[in-house]
């Protein structure tokens, strides 16, 4: 669905035979709506917008800053893991990732401190952290370079366009649940509440989590008839 199929559809719902909404309006309502569900959807299932990125994280270096270019060359939404490949850049079967834990950047991390803890760095001898959005560390500091693989979701950019799809054109069986949001929200407006966004924000997401839920159990269909 694109962004004026949503409005179309909207407008449809709401009966709006005339021009209620300005179109700045129309358009800021279908960018908020399709926000929402991007952030449910990925927070409940992640796998609709994971995307997978490999660098170099460089010897000596404290921490590196992913919105650079030789990095994810922006700013990431959500980090989903951090993975160490031993020998090169390309996965293969004698270079597999293997996973580095996280640690919360609240832990004290300084090489020099982390003897407080003899049991800080036993698991695995490297461990990953973000602090503020963009800044990723590896701990303690790598005295070589260590190619990563990294699995993490972007943020979602804006309906710029008409023909713009939802959701990054991904997850399209949530499609009809931005235009749902959508609906609910210019409802709201037109009642002069606000008392039904902390309400909506939940509603959201329990519909994503069912959606999610019946798809995990529902019976595997190898192959069904259309007759």
Do not use: C
């Amino acid at each position: 669905m694109t962004r004026d199929e949503l409005i179309t559809l909207a407008k449809f719902w709401l009966d709006e035979r005339g021009n209620f909404y300005s179109t700045a309006q129309l358009n800021t309502a279908a960018n908020f709506a399709n926000r929402m569900v991007y952030r449910a959807v990925a927070n409940q299932s992640p796998s609709h917008f994971a995307q997978i990125s490999t660098f170099a994280y460089p010897a000596d270096t404290e921490k590196v800053d992913l919105s650079g270019g030789s990095y994810l060359n922006e700013r990431p939404y959500r980090m989903l893991a951090v993975q160490q490949l031993p020998s090169g850049s390309t996965v293969s079967a004698t270079n597999r990732p293997q996973t580095i834990e996280y640690i919360s950047p609240n832990t004290n991390h300084a090489d020099d401190l982390a003897t407080e803890d003899p049991n800080v760095w036993q698991s695995a001898g490297l461990y990953w952290t973000m602090d503020t959005d963009v800044d990723l560390y590896l701990l303690p500091m790598p005295a070589s370079a260590i190619d990563l693989r990294v699995r993490w979701i972007g943020h979602l950019a804006n309906l710029a366009a008409g023909s713009t799809s939802l959701l990054g054109g991904k997850a399209t069986e949530f499609h009809d649940l931005v235009a749902a949001v959508m609906t609910k929200t210019l409802q709201q407006k037109e009642r002069n509440s606000d008392q039904g966004v902390t309400e909506l924000l939940i509603w959201i997401g329990s519909q994503v989590e069912m959606a999610e839920a019946s798809r995990e159990v529902a019976p595997r269909v190898i192959f069904e008839s259309p007759y």
